[in-house]
């Protein structure tokens, strides 16, 4: 075996691949002569057909399997005798006809793992978040619950903001009605913003039994072509007002929620207990990104298309799964900057791993294990399908991984403390916008 290689760029590669004649009809010959004594044909007894007709009739055949073989074969043994590390499938263009006696010629275009030097991480400047549970986010967090579990007690008075509200509406634009303009008896909660802000402002002041016409006006945005910009008037009929009724912290209440004990202390440990561990999940989700920003930053990085091309497919699959719908039909252009990101990271945090030796800590494997089975009503049943399942427990093994990168860069960066409240650290959009 013959083998020229062609740097084209930083990563792409070009290697011909000459195979002698021999190496291949040797193997079409074998063959063969394997198929001798079982092959039928019409005219000849069972393992009795000569030679020269199984040649003649399967030769092309076979000689097509051996080339096949023989060009995944030998591109492995030609990119290991190069030292090359791979990434993804090659093309390959065959230069020469598959005939007997005649060399086989072949190109193959590919592309190698990025050379990555690590670097410059002493550069980077970290805020690390530093938030505690007080008692304030406490009694928020329980009127949260409360309201959540709230019930709706009719009144007799006029709706206003926080009310539900059952109404009959008839939409019309222009003078016509139009698709999904009428509903009878629909439900508004008050200041939610479900429906457009003009409607929900119309029904504010109404008591039950009361009819009135509204201007609505649509926003350039809205999702119907028809309705885009206009104004449409909605006739409404209010049918009845409810008012929120928040439960009592009590022992009924509390045994809803499955807590150990049945007083409001007990209840607050508990509810206290669970937004910690969210919010310690949370800064450390926040650190890890800020690194992983930092390193990406830092770093430029050639990234081979097949490895971006796999993980496309990867994010169009986590797509699919947590909108319950297909994204076969979302062009691969909307996926790839996060499967760029994806690759590059890994990338870097691979050569991380092997320049500096970094190992798998057991013993963390399993204590994230175990603060993963933590959050669930059965956790040693989900830590024992964690541990049969070879896949699922490489996740935990990864995150495990990415926490020592973490650590590592902490410990190159400059760190500063960044004390926050709880809710800036949860709800940091709703802190934007305020």
Known sequence: MQVSLETTGNIDRKMTVTLPAVQI?????????????????????????PFPVVKKRYADGVRYEVVEKLLG?????????????????????????????????????????????????????????VAEVTDADLDKMIETIRTQNRDWQEVARAAQVG???????????????????????????????????????????????????????????????????QTAQFKLSLQRVREAVLPEVNEDFIQKFGVEGSSVESFRAEVKKNMQR???????????????????????????????????????DEFSQN???????????????????????????????????????????????????????EPQALKDYYRSNRQAMQTIEAAVMEEMIVEWTLTQATVTEETCDFDSVMNPSKQAEA
């Not at 490895?307 to 169009?316: A, C, F, G, K, N």
């Not at 760029?340 to 870097?348: C, D, P, S």
């Open 73 to 129: 074969s030998s591109f492995q043994e030609a990119a290991s005798q190069e030292k090359l590390r791979v990434a993804g499938l090659p093309e390959i263009d065959l230069k020469s006809m598959m005939e007997e006696g005649k060399d086989l010629e072949y190109v193959a275009s590919f592309q190698v793992y990025p050379e990555i030097t690590i670097a410059g991480v002493d550069t980077l400047a970290i805020s690390r978040q």
């Open 323 to 377: 909108a319950g719908t297909s994204a076969d039909n979302i062009p691969d252009e909307l996926f790839a900057p996060q499967a760029e990101r994806r690759v590059k990271l890994g990338l870097l945090v691979g050569e991380i791993i092997r320049q500096h030796g970094l190992q798998r800590d057991p013993a963390r494997v399993e204590a994230m294990l175990d603060t993963v089975a933590a959050t669930y009503e």
């Open 278 to 316: 969210e919010l310690d999940n949370k800064l450390k989700t926040n650190l890890k990104q800020q690194v992983m920003d930092g390193l990406a930053a830092l770093h430029n990085v050639d990234i081979p298309k097949s490895l971006v091309q796999d993980e496309i497919r990867y994010v169009r």
């Open 163 to 229: 009310d539900m509200v059952n109404v009959d509406f008839d939409g019309t634009l222009n003078g016509e009605a139009f698709e999904g303009g009428a509903a009878q008896d629909y439900s508004v909660e008050l200041g939610v913003g479900r429906m457009l802000k003009d409607f929900e402002d119309g029904l504010v002041g109404m008591s039950a039994g009361e009819e009135k016409t509204i201007d609505v006006a649509f926003p350039d945005t809205y999702h119907a072509e028809n309705l885009k910009g």
């Open 25 to 49: 009809d040797q193997e079409v010959e074998k063959r063969l002569k394997a198929m001798v004594g079982r092959v039928r044909i019409d005219g000849f007894r069972p393992g009795k057909v």
